[in-house]
């Protein structure tokens, strides 16, 4: 009996030695809760980040990442950032996220009233963006509102388990929040009650790496490789749902910027874009909506520089979220975009 106390003990104590390890080196998370209006939000904290990179974010009331919403807002030109993990942008450093370095450069330049507010969030998707946006325009009031978009938003969108979705409407869409969401990953899904688990580095890193084995054999990432290879529509490809999207974000918020994030393959930069991609472009020019996209600016990086726009020293070079370089790409061409329409 005592050898067994002994071996449970000895047990308890490595894990946790190793979950202080991997608290300190791969992730340690705020926690989650449940925003009456915008649904799972961080808490208030600070998020480490090891398994891309490495990172520590801020993450401040209301989950705006990087760096606090000043008290005097009102009085400054506000440009409101939303997109998904790659605005969200944990991967790297609060200075080095590219809504905050567009602020900097900004300000450098003499644009000092400017500032930015972060509310990336994993997993969100235009259907976000769009079910909020009376909140976000009631509680900061925009100047300008920078929307990121990628090619995995239109599937996002679409899906009933997500925090926020769409579903079709007569000739259009319409957004519900789903008031039962738990977590986009599947594995925390089925935890329910015992959700609270995953607030240990250990089950959560456990969760993530079963969630990418079943993400990786499953048709979503089939029609992923499609995008990437071919110019055959993915089974989730709805050019109506694009049209929509564009066209309501127009209505919804009075000055809207989009900035594209292509999908790149490392290895064949020339490859053609992905049919997303395109529609994004064709009806943001129909209904008059900006948008940047990134796949110039990054194909012409990774042909002339050593590391790419995707990828850190721990991950695969031009695979993953995007690290420093092409965050700071992407402040660059903002920065472009606002010089001529902010007054110092």
């Given at each position: 009996?005592?050898?067994i106390?002994?071996?449970?003990?000895?047990?308890?104590?490595?894990?946790?030695?190793?979950?202080?390890i991997?608290?300190n080196?791969?992730?340690s998370?705020?926690g989650?809760?449940?925003?009456?209006v915008?649904?799972?939000?961080?808490?208030?904290?600070?998020?480490?980040?090891?398994s891309?990179?490495f990172s520590?974010?801020?993450i401040?009331?209301?989950?705006?990442?990087?760096?606090?919403?000043?008290?005097?807002?009102?009085?400054?030109?506000?440009?409101?950032?939303?997109?998904?993990?790659f605005?969200?942008?944990?991967?790297?450093?609060?200075?080095?996220?590219?809504?905050?370095l567009?602020?900097?450069i900004?300000k450098?330049?003499?644009?000092s009233?400017v500032?930015?507010?972060?509310?990336?969030r994993?997993?969100?998707?235009?259907?976000?963006?769009l079910?909020?946006?009376?909140?976000?325009?009631?509680?900061?009031?925009?100047?300008?509102?920078?929307?990121?978009?990628?090619?995995?938003?239109?599937?996002?969108?679409?899906?009933?388990?997500?925090?926020?979705?769409?579903k079709?409407?007569?000739?259009?869409?319409?957004?519900?929040?789903?008031?039962h969401?738990?977590?986009?990953?599947?594995?925390?899904?089925k935890?329910?009650?015992?959700y609270f688990?995953?607030?240990?580095?250990?089950?959560?890193?456990?969760?993530?790496?079963?969630?990418?084995?079943?993400?990786?054999?499953s048709?979503?990432?089939?029609?992923?490789?499609?995008?990437?290879?071919?110019?055959?529509?993915?089974?989730?490809?709805d050019?109506?749902?694009?049209?929509?999207?564009m066209?309501?974000?127009?209505?919804?918020?009075?000055?809207?910027?989009?900035?594209?994030?292509?999908?790149?393959?490392?290895?064949?930069?020339?490859e053609?874009?992905?049919?997303?991609?395109?529609k994004?472009?064709?009806y943001?020019?129909k209904v008059?909506?900006?948008?940047?996209?990134?796949?110039?600016?990054?194909?012409?990086?990774?042909?002339?520089?050593k590391?790419?726009?995707y990828?850190?020293?721990?991950?695969?070079?031009?695979?993953?979220?995007?690290n420093?370089?092409g965050?700071?790409?992407?402040?660059?061409?903002?920065?472009?975009f606002f010089?001529?329409?902010?007054?110092?």
């Open positions: 009996m005592k050898i106390s002994k071996i449970l003990v000895s047990g308890l104590l490595a894990l946790l030695i190793w979950e202080l991997l608290q080196t791969i992730i998370t705020t989650y809760s449940n925003h009456p915008m649904g799972k939000i961080l808490n208030e904290g600070t998020y480490l980040q090891g891309e990179g520590r974010t801020k401040f009331p209301n989950g705006v990442v990087g760096k606090p919403v000043p008290s005097d807002m009102n009085e400054r030109y506000r440009i409101l950032v939303l997109g998904d993990s605005t969200e942008g944990v991967q790297v450093s609060d200075q080095d996220k590219y809504s905050n567009t602020e900097l900004l450098e330049k003499g644009f009233e500032i930015t507010i972060n509310l990336g994993s997993y969100a998707s235009p259907a976000h963006y079910h909020l946006a009376n909140y976000y325009n009631n509680e900061y009031k925009p100047n300008y509102v920078v929307v990121e978009i990628n090619d995995g938003d239109f599937s996002e969108m679409l899906s009933g388990d997500a925090n926020f979705f769409v079709k409407n007569g000739d259009g869409f319409k957004t519900f929040q789903n008031t969401f738990a977590s986009n990953n599947e594995i925390a899904q935890l329910k009650n015992l688990l995953l607030n240990y580095s250990t089950v959560r890193i456990g969760a993530d790496k079963l969630q990418k084995f079943i993400t990786s054999t048709s979503k990432t089939q029609d992923t490789q499609e995008i990437r290879t071919n110019s055959k529509e993915p089974s989730h490809y050019e109506s749902l694009i049209a929509w999207t066209e309501t974000l127009k209505k919804n918020y009075n000055n809207v910027l989009v900035i594209y994030i292509p999908t790149l393959n490392y290895q064949y930069l020339n053609p874009p992905s049919i997303f991609e395109e994004v472009q064709l943001g020019e008059g909506v900006n948008v940047i996209n990134m796949r110039e600016t990054f194909v012409n990086n990774d042909n002339n520089r590391w790419p726009s990828g850190f020293y721990n991950t695969k070079p031009g695979v993953g979220h995007i420093e370089i965050h700071k790409l992407i402040a660059l061409k903002l920065v472009s010089e001529g329409r902010i007054l110092k």
